[in-house]
């Protein structure tokens, strides 16, 4: 059952709704309200029965660039007075925020690791970003990043989940979870840098509502697991090296961690074979696109059957941005980290 179209509101505007004028720019610019795509709501029964609970997927693939990243990118792009932005991804949050500058007129630079999936490199470029790509093994994305703030002084340096802007766009998925009636018992997103489920904890606190949040962490890269039971912020050795790409953060943020050590009701600590798995279901008995990131969730499901059995939940799928080749690895069952 699909509750909402992917895209309610109008978005076949002219492409001068997006120009920018001299004289008042933020007027000349679409709100996040009223360029963001509502997230698709789907009710799979053959999945549920699977999973043994009442799943609902919250599809954030069918979003601009197909990641949820859209919200905070063009949040955050259309609220900072910079007109050159330089951040760092994996991907999906530089597709994002190239995308969002150029709807804005701004320029990004984006540093990606090498070995970041081609279809996310090319995708970033195709959106007229710069991309910065580097060897995460000889110097890190941050220090990279530092280097060009250095030689770019007029640029506003973003991370692509530890700001305010960011969670407050993320906010707007919140929001959109807290009407659905009857509510869900849980909500379970996935957990990188925390941009997502920080996000959608405030929007449910900003609507009234009290649905618990779950996150869903690959165990490779379990650096927020870590941090809820030492009660502060654990940070990796190295980049974790798992299958869900998007989640290979250092650490979680700092603004997103002031709200995640109360807000977040746990994480569970996803295996690299039951997010392949995940990522297989969705496409079986959902007959949806996922990568492994936004596979999360349901490889939570398959973690830990025995909470989740009999209870509605709803299951954020963050976004579909992955390879042909690497998909069809995961499908087939030859995946490996990358």
């Given at each position: 059952m699909i509750y909402q179209n992917a895209c309610p509101t109008d978005l076949r505007m002219s492409h001068a709704f997006y120009t920018i004028t001299s004289m008042n720019p933020i007027l000349?610019?679409?709100?996040?309200?009223?360029?963001?795509?509502?997230?698709?709501?789907?009710?799979?029964?053959?999945?549920?029965?699977?999973l043994g609970a009442q799943v609902t997927l919250a599809s954030e693939t069918f979003q601009h660039t197909g990641s949820f990243k859209f919200r905070a990118a063009?949040?955050?792009?259309?609220?900072?007075?910079?007109?050159?932005?330089?951040?760092?991804?994996?991907?999906?949050?530089?597709?994002?925020?190239?995308?969002?500058?150029?709807?804005?007129?701004?320029?990004?630079?984006?540093?990606?690791?090498?070995?970041?999936?081609?279809?996310?490199?090319?995708?970033v470029r195709e959106y007229g970003a710069q991309v910065d790509l580097i060897d995460v093994n000889v110097v890190s994305r941050a220090a990279r990043v530092a280097q060009l703030a250095q030689e770019h002084p007029d640029a506003y340096v973003a991370s692509a989940y530890d700001d305010p802007l960011v969670i407050q766009g993320n906010a707007s998925l919140g929001v959109e979870l807290a009407r659905v009636t009857p509510a869900f018992e849980f909500i379970l997103a996935p957990v990188g840098g925390g941009g997502l489920s920080s996000g959608i904890i405030?929007?449910?606190?900003?609507?009234?509502?009290?649905?618990?949040?779950?996150?869903?962490?690959?165990?490779?890269?379990?650096?927020?697991?870590?941090?809820?039971r030492a009660g502060e912020i654990v940070v990796n050795a190295r980049e974790p090296q798992t299958i869900a790409d998007g989640a290979r953060t250092m650490s979680i943020g700092k603004h997103n961690w002031a709200i995640l050590r109360d807000g977040i009701h746990s994480i569970v600590e996803v295996p690299e074979e039951q997010i392949a798995q995940a990522v297989r279901w969705l496409f079986t008995y959902a007959n949806l696109k996922?990568?492994?990131?936004g596979a999360l969730p349901i490889g939570a499901l398959l973690t830990q059957p025995e909470f989740f059995r009999g209870r509605r939940v709803c299951c954020v799928i963050s976004g579909g941005n992955v390879g042909a080749g690497v998909y069809a690895k995961i499908l087939t069952g030859v995946h490996s980290t990358i």
């Amino acid at each position: 059952m699909i509750y909402q179209n992917a895209c309610p509101t109008d978005l076949r505007m002219s492409h001068a709704f997006y120009t920018i004028t001299s004289m008042n720019p933020i007027l000349s610019q679409p709100t996040l309200a009223e360029i963001v795509r509502s997230t698709t709501l789907l009710e799979m029964a053959r999945l549920s029965e699977r999973l043994g609970a009442q799943v609902t997927l919250a599809s954030e693939t069918f979003q601009h660039t197909g990641s949820f990243k859209f919200r905070a990118a063009y949040n955050l792009a259309r609220n900072v007075p910079h007109n050159k932005i330089i951040t760092a991804s994996s991907g999906n949050y530089g597709q994002a925020l190239a995308y969002a500058c150029q709807l804005l007129g701004k320029q990004a630079i984006v540093v990606m690791p090498q070995n970041s999936a081609q279809v996310k490199i090319d995708a970033v470029r195709e959106y007229g970003a710069q991309v910065d790509l580097i060897d995460v093994n000889v110097v890190s994305r941050a220090a990279r990043v530092a280097q060009l703030a250095q030689e770019h002084p007029d640029a506003y340096v973003a991370s692509a989940y530890d700001d305010p802007l960011v969670i407050q766009g993320n906010a707007s998925l919140g929001v959109e979870l807290a009407r659905v009636t009857p509510a869900f018992e849980f909500i379970l997103a996935p957990v990188g840098g925390g941009g997502l489920s920080s996000g959608i904890i405030s929007g449910l606190r900003a609507s009234g509502s009290a649905t618990p949040v779950i996150g869903a962490e690959p165990l490779l890269g379990n650096d927020a697991a870590r941090s809820l039971r030492a009660g502060e912020i654990v940070v990796n050795a190295r980049e974790p090296q798992t299958i869900a790409d998007g989640a290979r953060t250092m650490s979680i943020g700092k603004h997103n961690w002031a709200i995640l050590r109360d807000g977040i009701h746990s994480i569970v600590e996803v295996p690299e074979e039951q997010i392949a798995q995940a990522v297989r279901w969705l496409f079986t008995y959902a007959n949806l696109k996922a990568e492994p990131t936004g596979a999360l969730p349901i490889g939570a499901l398959l973690t830990q059957p025995e909470f989740f059995r009999g209870r509605r939940v709803c299951c954020v799928i963050s976004g579909g941005n992955v390879g042909a080749g690497v998909y069809a690895k995961i499908l087939t069952g030859v995946h490996s980290t990358i």
